[in-house]
C-alpha cells in the first residue's frame, strides 16, 4: 500500500511540474493568466484608439507555432490605421494571416478602455493606470496553468 501511494504521489508530482505550452497575459509586468495551448486560442483586444478615439478591435490566433493577427477592425482612418479595407457593419475591416513570433506587446492608457477576451471570456478589463500588456508563449510546469487558467 505504501508503495502504490509513493508511486501515486511521485507520478503527480511528475505531471504537476511537466512543462506545458501555454500563454501568458501581463499587465505591468503582474501576471493575470495563463492558459494552456491545448488547441487554438482566439484573443480579442477591443480598445479605444487614443488619437481618433474610435473603436478599434484585433483578433488573433494563438497556438504551439506563435501568435497570429488575423483581423483588425475600426471606424476611422487615422493615425497608424490600415489603408486597405473592406467595409462591413461600419467597420473598416482588414483579415490576414500575419505571423507576429512568439509575444506581443501594447501600451494602454485608461482612455483606450482596453478589454481583453480570450475563448469569449473577458479575462482584463478597463485598467486604472497605464501601462504595457503583454502576451508571450512560454513553457511552464502544468501546476502553474491549472491554478491560475484564464
Known amino acids: 500500500m505504501k508503495k502504490y501511494a ?4 511521485l507520478a503527480f508530482l511528475f505531471l504537476a511540474f511537466f512543462p506545458t505550452n501555454a500563454l501568458e497575459v501581463k499587465f505591468n509586468e503582474k501576471t493575470i493568466c495563463y ?8 484573443l480579442t483586444v477591443d480598445y479605444t484608439h487614443s488619437v481618433s478615439l474610435t ?10 507555432s506563435g501568435i497570429f493577427a488575423v483581423q483588425e477592425r475600426w ?3 487615422g493615425a ?3 489603408l486597405e479595407a473592406n467595409v462591413e457593419n461600419g467597420f473598416y475591416v482588414k483579415n490576414m494571416n500575419m505571423y507576429l513570433g512568439e509575444s506581443w506587446e501594447y501600451w494602454f ?3 483606450n478602455n482596453v478589454t481583453v477576451v480570450l475563448n469569449g471570456k473577458i479575462i482584463f478589463s478597463k485598467p486604472g493606470e497605464e501601462g504595457i500588456m503583454r ?4 513553457k511552464i510546469p502544468a501546476i502553474i496553468a491549472i491554478i491560475r487558467w484564464c
Do not use: A, R
Request: proline letters at 9%; one cysteine or more.
Open 80 to 82: 497608424g490605421q490600415p
Open 75 to 77: 471606424q476611422q482612418f
Open 135 to 138: 502576451f508571450e508563449l512560454l
Open 35 to 42: 492558459s494552456p495551448l491545448t488547441s487554438n486560442l482566439t
Open 55 to 64: 473603436k478599434v478591435v484585433d483578433v488573433y490566433c494563438i497556438n504551439k
Open 6 to 9: 509513493l508511486f501515486l504521489f
Open 109 to 111: 492608457i485608461p482612455l
